[in-house]
């Protein structure tokens, strides 16, 4: 992508960008790193109302350090994938541990803190931090694929091959390459979307590798779609519901009516207990961890 698109990029993310809790300048990098956890897997509209609950609750890693895992579980609802709100909390407590309940803008640093991934990290240090550091998500990938190497979809990931092809977009003062990386994460999610690009209105269609091509069809290997309803993690979900609920611990008979097959069930309790996102306590009862 020519610093030419680079600029119109930017100025056009100035102009456009969704009006996002964790965008604006007081949000801290405690409130960044928060949202990027809720973000995995999960979009922006079912984020913004457990967002804004937890940093009612925990506005700093100390707050949700000096309460139990159990209640991070249970404020995280139904966001999806619960281990996450474990890793939170198991992060705030490394954070008051390790770094006096900061949040470190070295990328090395944020590597060694439960839950936080090469994304996370990078994303932290980059959104947060203004620092220049490639961010690569799946919309970032996509993107990078039409507008540069004018292919329909990336294809399979590479963390090597597409740090890469993102560092190498990315203008050299450090501000400004972040700027970059949270615009080009936009237009892959609002503009330049796997299914239904809105090329006509995209910033930067007129040196659109693949629109230049003519918008190829994709042609390599197609991801499959999984369903979820009866599913064991749709199960993991029903029995966490009903705990979420309860002010102490559960009998097993009101966890078994939640599903009628047993051995599933069974399954999806088994799971959560060796996750550690429930504890088995006396006579057959059943509870969010402590």
């Not at 895992?69 to 490394?94: I, K, N, Q, S």
């Not at 550091?133 to 597409?162: E, F, I, K, L, Q």
């Not at 993991?236 to 069930?265: K, M, N, S, T």
């Amino acid at each position: 992508m020519p610093s030419a698109l680079t600029d119109t990029l930017v100025d056009w993310f100035d102009a456009t960008a969704r009006d996002l809790p964790w965008r604006h300048p007081e949000a801290g990098a405690w409130a960044v790193l928060v949202s990027e956890v809720m973000l995995q897997q999960t979009p922006v509209a079912r984020v913004l109302q457990p967002y804004a609950e937890w940093l009612r609750r925990w506005p700093t890693p100390a707050a949700l350090a000096a309460d139990s895992p159990g209640e991070a579980v249970r404020m995280w609802g139904r966001l999806g994938y619960p281990r996450r709100a474990l890793r939170l909390h198991a992060c705030a407590v490394a954070l008051v541990e390790r770094h006096g309940g900061e949040v470190p803008a070295d990328v090395d640093a944020l590597l060694e803190l439960p839950g936080i991934g090469a994304y996370t990290a990078r994303a932290i240090a980059a959104f947060a931090y203004g620092q220049r550091v490639p961010v690569v998500d799946t919309n970032v990938r996509r993107a990078v694929a039409r507008a540069v190497s004018g292919a329909a979809d990336a294809g399979p990931p590479s963390t090597t091959r597409d740090l890469a092809a993102v560092q190498a977009l990315l203008p050299p003062e450090p501000v400004r390459a972040a700027r970059f990386s949270a615009a080009l994460m936009e237009l892959g999610a609002v503009i330049c979307t796997a299914r239904a690009p809105r090329c006509e209105q995209c910033p930067v269609s007129a040196g659109c590798a693949w629109r230049l091509a003519g918008s190829p069809a994709y042609d390599g290997p197609v991801k499959r779609g999984q369903k979820y309803e009866g599913t064991d993690r749709y199960v993991r979900g029903l029995i966490l519901a009903v705990l979420r609920e309860a002010h102490g611990p559960v009998e097993r008979a009101r966890l078994d009516a939640v599903w009628p097959e047993a051995g599933q069930r069974d399954r999806a309790l088994h799971s959560l207990v060796l996750d550690g996102l429930v504890e088995p306590h006396a006579a057959n009862r059943f509870a969010l961890p402590q």
